[in-house]
């Protein structure tokens, strides 16, 4: 294999990897937007929906109905998680409500522990696992389903912001929560909405990527510090700003495991979250695109 090869391998790789990272970004984002809180249980979202689509898959539910009933339950799960943790306070700080998601979070971890125990488990690809050429590079056909399926979310929730009701009013409380309350938008509904429509992008982002990389309860930690890395990267708050900070970080990371060692591919998502800190905290996007979903 060529250089030229190798180079393709690795972006191509790394953009199927960055488009699973950019819609963990894309909930993050979300989350942001309506309550200015991290939502660190947005990688257990990712976990939960490709453990539910697995043991539906193994109550021998059709493999695409499974994923259907997959996403709905952690949809419901976002929801719920809305509305037992964060709706009932008043007046909490944004360091208290991160400190809740992470609390939320372990008891995510440890429900899906209990419910499906420690043992990883996968999915059949979508279309059989007969590898695709792509010039000199080689694609699996999940890929093309994890990069497809990536954009017609994104896409989807573009559109859904634009042209629905209420994705419109989410946007207002995004731009300004006392005028949007002022124009009789009800916030505590638009925050729930937040948490379900970004639970139910994980669910996706979890059911695609297994087929691929095989998923465990303990598999959305890093996965949800990635799509962190990936949103702080593109700048929190911009929706454009998180998917090109995860197709980013999922070129870096296959370009690192590819020419230095595939030992240093988690710490480079960190290595690129502190320079981006220290370097320009708004993001690659700025502070155009910082409170626009």
């Known amino acids: 294999m060529t250089f030229t090869d190798q180079l393709l391998q690795f972006v191509l790789s790394g953009v199927m990897v960055g488009s699973i990272y950019a819609l963990i970004a894309l909930g993050f984002t979300m989350v942001f937007n309506a309550t200015e809180a991290i939502n660190f249980a ?69 429900s899906a522990m209990l419910t499906w125990g420690k043992d990883a488990a ?102 949800g510090l990635k799509g962190f890395s990936a949103a702080i990267l593109g700048g929190i708050g911009s929706g454009p700003g998180a998917v090109l900070g995860g197709l980013l970080l999922g070129v870096l990371e296959a370009m690192g495991a590819g020419f230095v060692s595939s030992g240093y591919k988690d710490a480079i998502a960190f290595l690129l979250l502190i320079l981006m800190l220290l370097v320009r905290p708004q993001g690659l996007c700025g502070a155009r695109g910082s409170r626009k979903a």
Not at 195 to 214: C, E, N, W
């Open 122 to 223: 996968s999915l059949p690809s979508f279309s059989g696992d007969t590898p695709i050429r792509v010039l000199g590079a080689t694609l699996l056909p999940q890929a093309i389903w994890i990069l497809g399926t990536s954009l017609v979310v994104v896409a989807a929730v573009r559109l859904f912001f634009d042209h629905a009701a209420v994705g419109k009013a989410m946007r207002a409380v995004a731009a300004n929560r006392f005028a949007a309350t002022l124009m009789g938008i009800d916030v505590k509904l638009m925050v729930a909405c937040s948490f379900a429509l970004s639970a139910a992008v994980g669910a996706v982002a979890g059911i695609i990527i297994t087929p691929v990389a095989l998923t465990a309860f303990d598999r959305g930690t890093i996965l």
């Open 42 to 110: 947005q990688g257990e979202f990712v976990m939960l929906g490709g453990m539910s689509a697995v043991a539906f898959y193994g109550a021998r539910v059709p493999l695409p109905l499974a994923c259907l009933l997959a996403v709905l339950l952690v949809t419901a799960v976002g929801l719920l998680f809305e509305r037992f943790t964060l709706a009932p306070l008043k007046r909490v700080s944004v360091m208290n409500l991160i400190i809740i998601t992470i609390g939320g979070s372990i008891f995510l971890k440890g």
